[in-house]
């Protein structure tokens, strides 16, 4: 570290306002000396000004920003302070090598290994990884986790509760194929059987979890309208969109998430059980334009390592004038979420369906008049 970054919140002037750059990107820059490079590679980095920071040490050299979440895609966009090419998608290729690859700590340790893999195709021995996380993130055990990938992992700077590392990925020969890192596995609910296929970093990736088990086994219990279109947002693998295919072949799929690999997988998922269904990005509402005869939902409370409500609470906010007179949203949630009175607020009486084992499944509706209740509920 050569000390030319005072180490204390640091500021950069862009564009009349002076934006500050995050505890990581800190730590980051009390380690210059590291960032010199040809072309740099972050992924998954806050989008703040550290990529003006690095065209200040290294004038001439390429940037590349790439990130599986799509809401700090549209930051990267939005922010023209960032400077860089921009790729949002489930895994990063290129056939140029670059010499410099700054990781985020992901919250799945199995993404990180994700990540590690698809960079073979866009390193070469000489190539410089820098992992820089919360320590809280358990970035603390990346030897433990990397072993058999880096030639070498050292830590070399902590400060701000952050860590940074330094490594080297052992070359492979191996080609990185997507397919090859998809769990595959099987749910049966009400005597439908759905296959699953999901990537590292996406909810329920292993299995499938408690609050949409609960959530089917309600949908479950009759049969819906036909030929109705559904919206399944935050859909993480796809599981109650292909559900509610299995059940009702005449339904209109819409899948909607803020990550890449959520979206990949819902893809996947939809070709297992022989269903179609478009597929597409949302950082909440952002990306929702239609109008739905139903929204289902196993709505994210989390970002990264902290809780993050916000997107789950613009969603429900907002999302009337996504549903037809008489349509119904329909959730499940940790029953500690104070949901209920934001849904009221939005499209009025909220029943519980059910409560049971910490998670609660709420229904609402979109009355067909102002003045007039409707008390269809979503049935399938």
Same mark, same amino acid.
């Given at each position: 570290?050569?000390? @030319?970054?005072?180490? !204390?919140?640091? !500021?950069? !002037?862009?564009?009349?306002?002076?934006?500050?750059?995050?505890?990581?990107?800190?730590?980051? %820059?009390?380690?210059?000396?590291?960032?010199?490079?040809? @072309?740099?590679?972050?992924?998954?980095?806050p989008a703040d000004t550290l990529s003006n920071e690095l065209r200040v040490i290294n004038p001439e050299s390429e940037i590349s920003l790439f990130t599986s979440n799509f809401e700090l895609y549209q930051q990267y966009q939005s922010n023209n302070y960032a400077q860089g090419k921009y790729f949002f998608d489930s895994f990063y290729q290129s056939s140029n090598n670059h010499d410099?690859?700054?990781?985020?700590?992901?919250?799945?340790?199995?993404?990180?290994?994700?990540?590690?893999?698809?960079?073979?195709?866009?390193?070469?021995?000489?190539?410089?990884?820098?992992?820089?996380?919360?320590?809280? @993130?358990?970035?603390?055990?990346?030897?433990? %986790?990397?072993?058999?990938?880096?030639?070498?992992?050292?830590?070399?700077?902590?400060?701000?509760?952050?860590? %940074?590392?330094?490594?080297?990925?052992?070359?492979?020969?191996?080609?990185? @194929?997507?397919?090859?890192?998809?769990?595959?596995?099987?749910?049966?609910?009400?005597?439908?059987?759905?296959?699953?296929?999901?990537?590292?970093?996406?909810?329920?990736?292993?299995? %499938?979890?408690?609050?949409?088990?609960?959530?089917?086994?309600?949908?479950?219990?009759?049969?819906?309208?036909?030929?109705?279109?559904?919206?399944?947002?935050?859909?993480?693998?796809?599981?109650?969109?292909?559900?509610?295919?299995?059940?009702?072949?005449?339904?209109?799929?819409?899948?909607?998430?803020?990550?890449?690999?959520?979206?990949?997988? *819902?893809?996947?998922?939809l070709k297992l059980n022989g269903l179609d269904g478009k597929v597409f990005p949302t950082n909440s509402l952002s990306n929702i334009t239609e109008k739905y005869q139903h929204i289902i939902s196993n709505p994210p409370f989390h970002l990264g390592i902290k809780t993050h409500y916000v997107a789950t609470e613009q969603f429900l906010h907002g999302i009337k004038p996504h549903l037809?007179?008489?349509?119904?949203?329909?959730?499940?949630?940790?029953?500690?979420?104070?949901?209920?009175?934001?849904?009221?607020?939005?499209?009025?009486?909220?029943?519980?369906?059910?409560?049971?084992?910490?998670?609660?499944?709420?229904? *609402?509706?979109?009355?067909?008049?102002?003045?007039?209740?409707?008390?269809?509920?979503?049935?399938?």
């Amino acid at each position: 570290m050569d000390g @030319s970054y005072p180490f !204390f919140p640091f !500021f950069h !002037f862009t564009d009349g306002k002076y934006m500050s750059l995050t505890n990581l990107s800190q730590v980051l %820059l009390r380690n210059n000396d590291l960032l010199k490079a040809n @072309s740099t590679l972050l992924i998954n980095m806050p989008a703040d000004t550290l990529s003006n920071e690095l065209r200040v040490i290294n004038p001439e050299s390429e940037i590349s920003l790439f990130t599986s979440n799509f809401e700090l895609y549209q930051q990267y966009q939005s922010n023209n302070y960032a400077q860089g090419k921009y790729f949002f998608d489930s895994f990063y290729q290129s056939s140029n090598n670059h010499d410099l690859i700054i990781i985020q700590f992901p919250k799945s340790k199995l993404e990180l290994k994700f990540t590690l893999a698809m960079l073979a195709s866009c390193t070469n021995e000489d190539s410089r990884i820098l992992v820089v996380g919360e320590n809280k @993130s358990g970035i603390k055990s990346i030897e433990k %986790l990397t072993k058999g990938n880096f030639t070498f992992c050292a830590k070399v700077d902590s400060a701000r509760h952050c860590l %940074l590392v330094e490594a080297q990925l052992i070359k492979s020969d191996k080609s990185f @194929s997507i397919n090859d890192w998809f769990n595959h596995y099987q749910v049966e609910v009400n005597n439908v059987q759905l296959k699953v296929a999901a990537l590292p970093g996406v909810f329920s990736q292993a299995k %499938l979890d408690a609050g949409t088990a609960l959530l089917l086994e309600t949908l479950s219990e009759a049969t819906t309208a036909e030929n109705e279109k559904v919206l399944d947002f935050g859909c993480g693998a796809g599981v109650i969109a292909s559900f509610i295919g299995l059940k009702n072949p005449s339904t209109t799929l819409h899948l909607a998430d803020v990550s890449a690999l959520a979206l990949t997988s *819902a893809q996947e998922t939809l070709k297992l059980n022989g269903l179609d269904g478009k597929v597409f990005p949302t950082n909440s509402l952002s990306n929702i334009t239609e109008k739905y005869q139903h929204i289902i939902s196993n709505p994210p409370f989390h970002l990264g390592i902290k809780t993050h409500y916000v997107a789950t609470e613009q969603f429900l906010h907002g999302i009337k004038p996504h549903l037809i007179r008489g349509g119904t949203l329909t959730i499940v949630a940790n029953s500690f979420l104070q949901y209920q009175d934001i849904i009221e607020g939005s499209l009025g009486h909220t029943k519980k369906l059910c409560k049971r084992n910490g998670f609660t499944i709420y229904q *609402a509706h979109r009355s067909i008049r102002a003045t007039k209740s409707h008390d269809n509920q979503l049935k399938f």
